[in-house]
C-alpha cells in the first residue's frame, strides 16, 4: 500500500504515516524510555491502512529530560491531530514505557478505542530521569492528569546489579524488590486499566530481563476479567522485553542494559502477535491489503 508521511511540528514533535487517500483508523506509537519517534513502526502500520502517529514526549523542547512528571494530556494532543486527519477509531499502540503511559490513557481519555501494550507494566513507576527542575530525587511519578500526580511505586535505591561492573544490567529484580519495599504504595498505584472501555491487547516476554513484563500482563488481563471485561495476552516462554513487529529488523544491541530474550524469539513473538496486533486497532474497519 502507498503511503505518505510527513514531520509534525505542532504542538509537539513528530511523524504522521498514512495511506494514500486517509483512514478512519488512527494510531499513536509511543517508545519506551529511548525516546525516540517511532518512524518505521508507523510505516508498518500505515502500509495495513491505519494512519499513524508517534510523537517525541520527553526530552524535547520545553519538555523534561526525563520521563519525570510527564502530563498526559500530551498524548491526548496527539489524539486531537488524529482526529484532526479524520481518523474515527483511536489506537495507542506502547512498549514498556510507552505501554505503561498508553494504559493510563485508556482510562483517562474515553476516546482511546483500543490498547496494544508490548512488555507492560500493571502499576504506575517513579521518574526515569530528570524532570523539568533537572532533578531526579526526590523520587516523583512519571506521569500527572490534569496537574495531579498519577500515584506511583518508587525505587529501592538499597539495590545493587549483580552483574561485573561494565556488563550490561538486568534491571528485573530492582523492580520486583522496589514493588515489595513499598508495597503499600504498589497498591495505591495500579492501573486500574479494568475502568476502560477500550479493548486491550498484551503482548510479553517470559524472558523479560527489564521487567516482569509477563507477569504485569497477567495482573493487568485478570482485573479485566474480574471487571466483567477481557483482555489478550500473548506470549513466548523464550522472548525478552523488545518483541519485533514484522518487517522491523533486530533491535539495536544495548551496551547498558540486559533485555533478555533472543533476536530469533523476540521476532517470532511479533510475528504471533501481529495478526492480533492490526485486528484490535482496526476494530470492525476493513483495511487495505
Known amino acids: 500500500m502507498e503511503i505518505v508521511e510527513r514531520t509534525i511540528n505542532a504542538h509537539c514533535e513528530g511523524v504522521m504515516v498514512e495511506p494514500v487517500g486517509g483512514s478512519t483508523v488512527g494510531v499513536l506509537v509511543l517508545s519506551g524510555s529511548s525516546g525516540r519517534i517511532e518512524t518505521d513502526r508507523c510505516r508498518l502500520l500505515a502500509r495495513t491502512g491505519m494512519t499513524a502517529l508517534s510523537i517525541r514526549w520527553f526530552g524535547g523542547d520545553e519538555q523534561p529530560a526525563g520521563i519525570c512528571e510527564i502530563p498526559l494530556e500530551t498524548f491526548s494532543t496527539a489524539i486531537d491531530l488524529l482526529r484532526a486527519k479524520g481518523a474515527e477509531r483511536i489506537g495507542v499502540l506502547g512498549v514498556s514505557k510507552g505501554a505503561e503511559a498508553a494504559l493510563l ?61 561494565g556488563e550490561p544490567t538486568a534491571c528485573r529484580t530492582h523492580y520486583e524488590r522496589s514493588r515489595q519495599t513499598y508495597d503499600e504504595a504498589a497498591r495505591q498505584a495500579v492501573i486500574p486499566i479494568e475502568q476502560s472501555t477500550a479493548e486491550i491487547l498484551l503482548v510479553a516476554g517470559g524472558d523479560d530481563e527489564m521487567w516482569p513484563s509477563l507477569v504485569f500482563a497477567q495482573e493487568l488481563a485478570s482485573r479485566r476479567v474480574s471487571a466483567g471485561r477481557t483482555a489478550k495476552v500473548i506470549s513466548a516462554a523464550d522472548a525478552g522485553h523488545r518483541p519485533r513487529l514484522p518487517g522491523e529488523g533486530l533491535a539495536v544491541p544495548s551496551h547498558r542494559f540486559r533485555y533478555g530474550g533472543t533476536a530469533e524469539a523476540d521476532a517470532g513473538l511479533g510475528a504471533k502477535a501481529w495478526p492480533d496486533i492490526v485486528a484490535v486497532l482496526a476494530g470492525p474497519v476493513v483495511l487495505g491489503s
Open 105 to 165: 490513557l485508556a482510562i483517562h481519555d474515553p476516546r482511546v478505542d483500543a490498547v496494544v501494550a508490548l512488555s507492560p507494566t500493571s502499576v504506575a513507576w517513579a521518574n526515569v530521569g530528570p524532570g523539568s527542575d533537572g532533578k531526579t530525587h526526590p523520587y516523583r511519578s512519571s506521569w500527572t492528569w490534569r496537574e495531579k500526580p498519577v500515584p506511583f511505586v518508587s525505587y529501592d535505591d538499597t539495590w545493587a546489579p549483580t552483574e561485573a561492573q
